[in-house]
């Protein structure tokens, strides 16, 4: 595997329903982010993990539960989720360099539907 | 906070060259990303600024002008292929660690023959 990959591609799941999203950035990277895509919104930012510690929490419900066991897995988990959570959910990765872009990449997405 | 504008959707002919604006007005500034998101895919990265200027690659140039708030990608000889959402982001100048950026919602290009 290369680059940054998600698991599951596609979930459906009830309001009551426990679920997890699995990411692994495949780059050596020392940061990782989750990612909210909505229809017609902007991309949002929802949490931000430098170095396995979280240093940001972009007000986010707590139905919304990240994980980052090592700086190569982030994961988020799902609890009680609302029909307004359907999205496309995007995990990514960088190297934190203070001489350099240090830009985002980017998995393919979970593109989940709550019920 | 951020605050970032860009066109909802742009129009262009195969071949031409197509300019899409991004407006910034935020509390701190850190450089400017450009993305290139096609549909069902991941955001890919094409450009960054943090100085004023002109950044070539290729087909893509960026421009920035940081007291203005104001940015451009350019798209020359475009080809169908190019048909995708661009995406402009800032990053702050927070240092908490990591890379906040901040999207816009994107410009959906259409390249038509």
């Known amino acids: 595997e290369t680059g940054v990959t998600q698991t599951p591609r596609h979930l459906v799941m009830g309001m009551t329903n426990k679920k997890s999203l699995k990411c692994e950035q495949h780059?050596?990277?020392?940061?990782m982010y989750w990612y909210k895509q909505s229809a017609k919104k902007p991309l949002e930012l929802m949490f931000v993990?430098?170095?396995?510690?979280?240093?940001e929490n972009n007000s986010v419900p707590s139905r919304f539960s990240p994980e980052c066991p090592n700086s190569s897995h982030l994961f988020l988990h799902l609890h009680t989720l609302q029909p307004e959570d359907s999205a496309l959910y995007l995990c990514?990765?960088?190297?934190?360099?203070?001489?350099?872009?240090?830009?985002?990449?980017f998995g393919p997405g979970t593109r989940l539907t709550v019920l | 906070g951020q605050n970032i504008d860009q066109p909802t959707e742009m129009t262009a002919t195969e071949g031409a060259i197509v300019q899409i604006n991004c407006t910034y007005q935020?509390?701190?500034?850190?450089?400017l990303f450009w993305y290139q998101q096609h549909a069902g895919e991941a955001p890919t990265f094409l450009s960054y600024n943090v100085l004023d200027g002109l950044e070539e690659k290729g087909r893509f140039s960026s421009f920035l002008s940081r007291s203005k708030g104001y940015s451009y990608l350019l798209l020359k000889e475009l080809q169908m292929k190019d048909s995708a959402s661009y995406l402009c982001a800032v990053r702050d100048t927070d240092a908490g660690g990591g890379n906040k950026l901040t999207f816009g919602t994107g410009t959906q290009l259409k390249v038509e023959l």
């Open positions: 993990y430098n170095f396995k510690e979280q240093t």
């Open positions: 780059l050596g990277h020392n940061a």
């Open positions: 935020t509390s701190g500034f850190n450089g």
């Open positions: 990514a990765s960088s190297q934190e360099r203070s001489s350099s872009y240090n830009e985002q990449f």
